[in-house]
């Protein structure tokens, strides 16, 4: 059987015809390797280096004039995340009584430039129509949306925890509950929504976390609290990473890279300079779910029990929107959790 690589991930030829082969390092792959479920007598990469970030996104999204595969196609079986028409669901939650869902941006009703299934009216959209997407969300969900807790979201280290629906929006970037029947829930459009659920205590949170969140180590504080408050076993937890920009496309200059480096524990792991360079020199690209993983790893989250939508938002047009992509006048996906009552 003949593989393709797509960036990191590793797909049957028959899942995933006609796509770019593209893999920076070889090397990163070979434990994936090691578990693929299947025989396969050829494996093949890609390694020129000179194409220019617009023309990787163009090959790596539709190479070779072929439509971007449908979302299922995407997600091979390796990966626990299962797609309907508007949001990745991880798998194996329900016999905890629990989900997690990161909307995709179809299936809405919002117009350009936020259609469609936008959740945010900070940036031009109606009220009427994020509170319309809200709506069909919850049901396709089967949950009250009403009881979808998010916050005004200031890339700091706030957390709120809910016990019952706030009045207004708090301001934060992480929200926590032990209440089943109320659901944490971030916005994004590049950053990394991480959702986290404890299924011994019935705690779940939801972790909006940007290059500022890293530096303030947001993700770390959030697991501490449910620890500290909850009586949260980290070994007990599940996390799921969602769709956020890559570090094909999260290119960072020394604005991020310094306060990065000095206070983000191992940062230079994270930081991935010269792989993609331009006329003008180096170019230097920050892999934020890595150092998200990082955080929960470092807090004795177990790796296994941590899953990676790994799609890039803004190499993924058709289903993600994307901030860096397409400037602040862009939809807002949410990623929500929690525990039914
Ligand atoms: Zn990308």
Redesign the pocket.
């Known amino acids: 059987m003949t593989v393709r690589i797509v960036g990191k991930k590793i797909f049957p030829e028959s899942e995933y015809p006609g796509r770019i082969l593209f893999c920076k390092r070889v090397s990163a792959l070979e434990p994936s390797f090691r578990k693929l479920p299947f025989a396969c007598d050829e494996i093949r990469y890609w390694r020129d280096l000179h194409f220019t970030a617009h023309e990787h996104?163009a090959r790596s999204v539709g190479a070779h004039g072929d439509a971007p595969k449908p979302i299922s196609c995407c997600l091979a079986k390796m990966n626990p995340f299962q797609a309907d028409n508007v949001a990745l669901n991880l798998a194996g939650l329900d016999e905890y009584g629990a989900f997690m869902a990161f909307s995709l941006r179809g299936g809405g009703v919002s117009p350009p430039p936020f259609d469609s299934l936008n959740f945010s009216a900070e940036e031009g959209d109606s009220i009427r129509n994020v509170e319309r997407n809200f709506q069909s969300f919850g049901k396709t969900l089967g949950i009250n949306p009403d009881r979808i807790v998010t916050c005004r979201q200031i890339h700091g280290d706030q957390i709120v925890v809910v016990e019952s629906m706030p009045v207004g929006l708090p301001e934060a970037d992480a929200v926590v509950t032990a209440t089943p029947g109320f659901y944490p829930a971030v916005k994004t459009a590049d950053c990394v929504p991480i959702l986290l659920v404890d299924p011994v205590r019935r705690v779940a949170a939801a972790v909006h976390v940007g290059w500022r969140g890293l530096v303030k180590r947001i993700a770390r504080k959030v697991t501490r609290l449910m620890s500290d408050r909850f009586m949260s076993n980290p070994p007990d937890l599940i996390a799921s990473l969602g769709p956020s920009?890559?570090k094909?496309?999260y290119e960072v200059d020394d604005r991020v890279l310094k306060p990065f480096r000095e206070e983000f524990p191992g940062a230079e792991q994270f930081i991935i300079t010269n792989e993609l360079p331009n006329r003008s020199g180096n170019r230097t690209f920050l892999d934020l779910t890595a150092a998200s993983r990082f955080e929960l790893i470092s807090q004795g989250i177990c790796e296994e029990n941590i899953h990676t939508v790994d799609l890039?938002t803004?190499?993924r047009p058709d289903l993600f929107f994307s901030h860096r992509r397409d400037g602040a006048k862009t939809g807002r996906h949410v990623a929500v959790t929690g525990f039914n009552s």
């Open positions: 996104n920009i890559g094909c496309c890039c803004s190499c």
